[in-house]
């Protein structure tokens, strides 16, 4: 799943976007609520996107390469 | 946020504190029914958020109660200050034997409140404190530690006062000090409080101000006394539509601070700028090299993107603005990147290019390397922390100003 | 050498968990300071950048071994910055710093009474904390790590702000013109704060690092006048040089507004950007009309007091 708003891309990889234990974790790490845990799995709530402070947390509670944030003005590159 | 006397006067009333026989009303014929009421000699006194209703004419006095219709209905077509009233107190009219003063203010030196007691009543107390500082007793009081009446009576024995006079305001400054505290007042001052002949002590007059940051934990008083949310916090001037816009922003989010002002000003250069030193330091930098700007405005505590897009779009709406100086004394932890993506965002969404519409961003500090890439993809006129505040203020000047002469 | 806080300084973050506060807690470790922990009330069992967070200050202090941290960054929302206070107070933590702002009038007193009875120091409300250039910082003031390193170089000249962005934008012009900067402190912009300039002028006279003092200062308040005393009674080692925000607020058009801080509301005449600089000035404290007319003349008052 991948949403761009004006500033910020954010993808989450397909495999993980269905396991609620992530998405609730990522709904609690991120301080700018951009990621919602449902019962399906994981959300992106697209308003929120451009609030993105680049913090990271989101990668840190994810398994490897599960989620990516991406610098639009930056020719797309990844935070990390 | 300011109290009518109407309102200051139920406050007092409320904490104990004698007052007459008044009544408040916004009808003229409903002013005779009032002093049909009491009986006798009223007084008439209009109700404004503003001083010098004396001179005016918004107090007059009346023998009968159809002279107080009469002057109820003139008092209220009375613009005073460019104030119209809110309605007239019809209050007895007292038979004064002395006025005493007293108040409560905040000390920010002392960083406590301070009470203020004179025995000479019914004028301005810092006239008063100039001219007659024998006459003045003051005494802070703590706000951790349990007031005590002697608290207040040392206030009054210091402005000279002793025998009855000293027994019988001692209780009512002493409420008054306890109300000052219990609803976050930033002035409580009862100016007459007065003997009167019978010997009786009474509040002839109140005002109160509360203090903005307290009003969210005094809604109940705040309800009580009938002020709807609509009233906001009643500052000094008429807000403008700008004014309300920006607050409208500001409130929706609670992420950061903006503030946005213009009244006063009529220029064309719109200032996106912070922090609460930086705006005070750049207004002035504008205007000592001749800017002339469109608004005042401030930019502080990280505000998220909307915040900062919300204020950016306000000041691009107002008219004659056509470009905006987007400028801050270096962050710490307002964010570079977060306020540039604000401005740019509202540019883009109100139709405009950002190249052209930022005449100039200048805010170096927190996230600087990441802002700075933003506003070279969009080709925005960026300086770093090398160009001082009073440089990028000319730059605004010169670019905007020289643009639109 | 610095004032209020050091290299060994311990401190703890309250209210750990927010948006600000997992920004200032990375900033603070990346530049060298020690946090011992974060309290959050509800968050038991978390860590943020590392830094294990508790519900209350005695779970943290007995997770530190009994050892008592230092001081406490306050970043909890207004309505409940005094009890998170009182807490840091009551643990017996000595220098507590107030990021928040909009806090009534009533709770800073009670704040700043409690702390006086206990001996500890508030810095604050609405303020950005200190920094020691090179050491330590405690609070948000100067940004992420790398950019409090381009504004703040170890020096010699202390620096006192009501503007916690005019703090670091004075100390950058200072390390850019080669003084740096001993001890920066961002005092806070509200109309009741824990250190005024003349409580904190004890500390810098006492620093030997130390060689002269600027003040960013606004209109408002009697915190210049308690200055302009202090220096007279004291007969100070420190030359002082001020700079003053807001004289726009001086002209007709403006009167009965508001601006900047909470502690620029001007109440009466003496509280005016004028009045300010003639007592300031009586005072020999000089006022200068732009910032970056300052290391000249601070360079020009450290070289008069060495000749004298």
């Given at each position: 799943?991948r949403k761009?708003?004006?500033f910020i891309?954010?993808?989450?990889?397909d495999?993980?976007t269905s396991?609620?234990a992530?998405?609730a974790?990522l709904?609690?790490?991120?301080?700018?609520?951009?990621y919602?845990?449902?019962a399906?799995g994981v959300?992106?709530?697209?308003?929120?996107?451009?609030?993105?402070?680049?913090?990271?947390?989101?990668?840190?509670a994810?398994p490897d390469d599960a989620?990516?944030?991406?610098?639009l003005y930056?020719?797309?590159?990844?935070?990390? | 946020?300011?109290?009518?006397?109407?309102?200051?006067r139920?406050i007092?009333?409320?904490?104990?504190?004698p007052v007459?026989d008044y009544?408040f009303?916004?009808?003229?014929a409903?002013a005779?029914?009032?002093a049909?009421?009491?009986?006798?000699p009223t007084?008439?006194k209009s109700?404004v958020?503003?001083g010098g209703r004396m001179?005016?004419?918004g107090?007059k006095?009346?023998?009968t109660?159809?002279e107080?219709q009469?002057?109820?209905?003139d008092?209220l077509?009375l613009?005073?200050?460019?104030?119209?009233p809110?309605g007239?107190?019809?209050d007895?009219?007292a038979?004064v034997?002395?006025e005493?003063y007293?108040?409560v203010?905040w000390?920010g030196a002392?960083?406590?409140?301070l009470?203020?007691f004179s025995?000479m009543?019914?004028?301005?107390?810092?006239?008063?404190?100039?001219?007659?500082p024998?006459h003045?007793g003051?005494?802070?009081?703590?706000?951790?530690h349990?007031?005590?009446d002697?608290?207040?009576k040392?206030?009054i024995?210091?402005?000279?006062v002793t025998?009855?006079a000293?027994q019988?305001?001692?209780p009512?400054?002493a409420?008054l000090?306890?109300l000052?505290?219990?609803?976050?007042?930033?002035?409580a001052e009862?100016?007459?409080i007065?003997e009167?002949?019978?010997?009786s002590?009474?509040a002839?007059d109140?005002?109160?101000e509360?203090e903005?940051?307290?009003?969210g934990?005094q809604k109940?008083?705040?309800k009580?006394l009938g002020?709807g949310?609509e009233?906001g916090t009643?500052e000094?001037y008429?807000?403008?539509?700008f004014?309300?816009?920006?607050?409208?922003?500001?409130?929706a989010?609670?992420?950061g601070?903006?503030?946005g002002k213009d009244?006063?000003?009529?220029?064309?250069?719109?200032?996106?700028?912070?922090?609460?030193g930086?705006s005070l330091?750049l207004?002035?930098?504008v205007?000592?090299?001749?800017?002339?700007?469109?608004?005042?405005s401030?930019?502080?505590?990280?505000?998220?993107?909307?915040?900062a897009?919300?204020?950016?779009?306000a000041?691009?709406?107002?008219?004659?603005?056509?470009?905006?100086?987007?400028?801050?004394?270096i962050v710490?932890?307002?964010?570079v990147d977060?306020?540039?993506r604000?401005?740019?965002?509202a540019c883009l969404e109100?139709g405009?290019?950002?190249?052209?519409t930022?005449a100039?961003f200048?805010i170096p500090?927190a996230?600087?390397d990441e802002g700075f890439?933003?506003?070279?993809?969009?080709g925005?006129?960026?300086?770093?922390?090398?160009?001082?505040?009073?440089?990028?203020?000319?730059r605004?000047v010169?670019?905007?100003?020289?643009?639109?002469? | 050498m610095?004032?209020?806080?050091?290299?060994?300084t311990?401190f703890i973050i309250?209210?750990?968990t927010?948006?600000?506060?997992?920004?200032?807690t990375?900033?603070c470790?990346d530049?060298g300071?020690?946090?011992?922990?974060g309290?959050?009330?509800g968050?038991?069992g978390?860590?943020v950048?590392?830094?294990?967070?508790?519900d209350?200050?005695?779970?943290?202090v007995?997770?530190?071994?009994?050892?008592?941290p230092d001081?406490s960054?306050?970043?909890v929302?207004?309505a409940g910055?005094?009890d998170a206070?009182?807490?840091?107070l009551y643990?017996?933590?000595?220098t507590i710093?107030i990021?928040?702002?909009?806090i009534?009038?009533?709770?800073?007193?009670?704040?700043v009474?409690?702390a006086?009875?206990?001996g500890?120091r508030?810095?604050?409300?609405n303020c950005?904390g200190l920094?020691?250039?090179g050491?330590?910082?405690?609070g948000g003031?100067?940004?992420?790590?790398?950019?409090?390193?381009q504004?703040?170089q170890p020096g010699?000249?202390?620096?006192?702000?009501r503007?916690?962005?005019?703090?670091?934008?004075i100390?950058?012009?200072?390390?850019?013109a080669?003084?740096?900067?001993?001890?920066?402190?961002s005092?806070?912009?509200?109309?009741?704060?824990g250190?005024?300039?003349?409580e904190l002028m004890?500390?810098?006279e006492?620093?030997?690092q130390?060689?002269a003092?600027?003040?960013?200062t606004?209109?408002?308040g009697?915190m210049e006048?308690q200055?302009?005393?202090?220096?007279?009674?004291n007969?100070s080692?420190l030359?002082i040089?001020a700079?003053?925000a807001?004289?726009?607020?001086d002209?007709?058009?403006?009167q009965?507004?508001s601006?900047?801080?909470?502690g620029?509301?001007?109440?009466?005449k003496?509280?005016?950007a004028?009045?300010?600089i003639a007592?300031?000035?009586?005072?020999g404290?000089?006022v200068v009309?732009?910032?970056?007319?300052?290391?000249?003349?601070?360079?020009?008052?450290i070289?008069?007091?060495?000749?004298?």
């Amino acid at each position: 799943m991948r949403k761009d708003a004006i500033f910020i891309g954010i993808e989450v990889k397909d495999e993980f976007t269905s396991d609620p234990a992530l998405g609730a974790k990522l709904n609690e790490v991120c301080p700018v609520n951009i990621y919602k845990g449902t019962a399906e799995g994981v959300d992106i709530v697209e308003e929120n996107i451009d609030e993105c402070v680049l913090c990271g947390l989101c990668y840190d509670a994810s398994p490897d390469d599960a989620v990516s944030v991406l610098k639009l003005y930056s020719g797309g590159e990844p935070l990390r | 946020m300011r109290f009518f006397e109407y309102e200051a006067r139920e406050i007092v009333k409320r904490a104990g504190i004698p007052v007459t026989d008044y009544g408040f009303t916004t009808d003229a014929a409903e002013a005779k029914t009032i002093a049909e009421r009491i009986g006798g000699p009223t007084v008439i006194k209009s109700q404004v958020l503003t001083g010098g209703r004396m001179k005016a004419g918004g107090v007059k006095f009346a023998d009968t109660p159809d002279e107080a219709q009469a002057h109820a209905a003139d008092i209220l077509k009375l613009e005073i200050n460019g104030h119209e009233p809110r309605g007239v107190l019809v209050d007895p009219k007292a038979d004064v034997k002395q006025e005493y003063y007293m108040g409560v203010v905040w000390d920010g030196a002392a960083k406590k409140p301070l009470m203020l007691f004179s025995d000479m009543g019914g004028i301005d107390i810092e006239q008063v404190a100039e001219e007659h500082p024998d006459h003045v007793g003051r005494g802070h009081f703590s706000t951790l530690h349990p007031f005590s009446d002697f608290m207040a009576k040392q206030v009054i024995a210091d402005a000279g006062v002793t025998g009855k006079a000293l027994q019988r305001c001692t209780p009512i400054l002493a409420r008054l000090a306890q109300l000052f505290l219990d609803n976050d007042m930033i002035l409580a001052e009862i100016n007459p409080i007065a003997e009167l002949q019978d010997g009786s002590f009474v509040a002839l007059d109140a005002h109160m101000e509360m203090e903005n940051e307290g009003m969210g934990r005094q809604k109940a008083l705040i309800k009580a006394l009938g002020i709807g949310a609509e009233e906001g916090t009643r500052e000094t001037y008429v807000p403008s539509a700008f004014e309300e816009a920006v607050h409208a922003v500001d409130a929706a989010d609670h992420r950061g601070v903006i503030q946005g002002k213009d009244n006063g000003f009529d220029g064309n250069i719109g200032l996106i700028i912070g922090a609460g030193g930086g705006s005070l330091t750049l207004t002035d930098a504008v205007r000592q090299q001749g800017g002339k700007p469109a608004n005042y405005s401030e930019i502080g505590g990280n505000p998220s993107v909307a915040k900062a897009c919300g204020l950016a779009k306000a000041v691009l709406q107002k008219d004659g603005v056509e470009k905006i100086a987007v400028m801050m004394s270096i962050v710490s932890n307002t964010r570079v990147d977060i306020v540039a993506r604000g401005v740019i965002k509202a540019c883009l969404e109100l139709g405009k290019d950002p190249a052209e519409t930022i005449a100039i961003f200048r805010i170096p500090g927190a996230w600087e390397d990441e802002g700075f890439k933003i506003l070279d993809k969009y080709g925005i006129e960026y300086c770093d922390r090398s160009v001082s505040l009073w440089e990028a203020a000319g730059r605004a000047v010169e670019k905007i100003q020289g643009a639109a002469a | 050498m610095s004032i209020l806080i050091n290299k060994d300084t311990t401190f703890i973050i309250q209210g750990i968990t927010g948006r600000e506060a997992i920004n200032l807690t990375r900033e603070c470790l990346d530049y060298g300071s020690k946090i011992v922990g974060g309290v959050t009330p509800g968050r038991k069992g978390r860590e943020v950048h590392g830094v294990p967070v508790f519900d209350t200050i005695a779970q943290l202090v007995e997770h530190n071994g009994g050892v008592v941290p230092d001081g406490s960054v306050v970043t909890v929302p207004p309505a409940g910055t005094k009890d998170a206070v009182f807490e840091a107070l009551y643990a017996g933590i000595k220098t507590i710093v107030i990021v928040t702002e909009r806090i009534p009038r009533r709770d800073v007193a009670a704040m700043v009474e409690l702390a006086d009875l206990n001996g500890a120091r508030i810095i604050g409300p609405n303020c950005l904390g200190l920094i020691v250039p090179g050491v330590a910082k405690m609070g948000g003031i100067g940004g992420p790590a790398k950019n409090a390193a381009q504004a703040y170089q170890p020096g010699n000249v202390g620096v006192m702000s009501r503007s916690g962005g005019m703090t670091t934008e004075i100390s950058s012009t200072l390390t850019a013109a080669g003084l740096g900067v001993s001890t920066a402190v961002s005092i806070g912009g509200d109309a009741i704060i824990g250190s005024t300039y003349a409580e904190l002028m004890p500390y810098f006279e006492a620093d030997e690092q130390t060689q002269a003092i600027v003040i960013y200062t606004e209109p408002g308040g009697r915190m210049e006048a308690q200055l302009a005393a202090w220096v007279k009674e004291n007969n100070s080692r420190l030359p002082i040089i001020a700079f003053m925000a807001g004289k726009f607020m001086d002209d007709d058009e403006m009167q009965g507004m508001s601006f900047g801080h909470a502690g620029t509301i001007v109440e009466g005449k003496e509280d005016s950007a004028t009045e300010k600089i003639a007592r300031l000035e009586e005072a020999g404290i000089p006022v200068v009309e732009r910032i970056d007319e300052i290391p000249a003349l601070v360079k020009q008052k450290i070289a008069e007091r060495s000749a004298a």
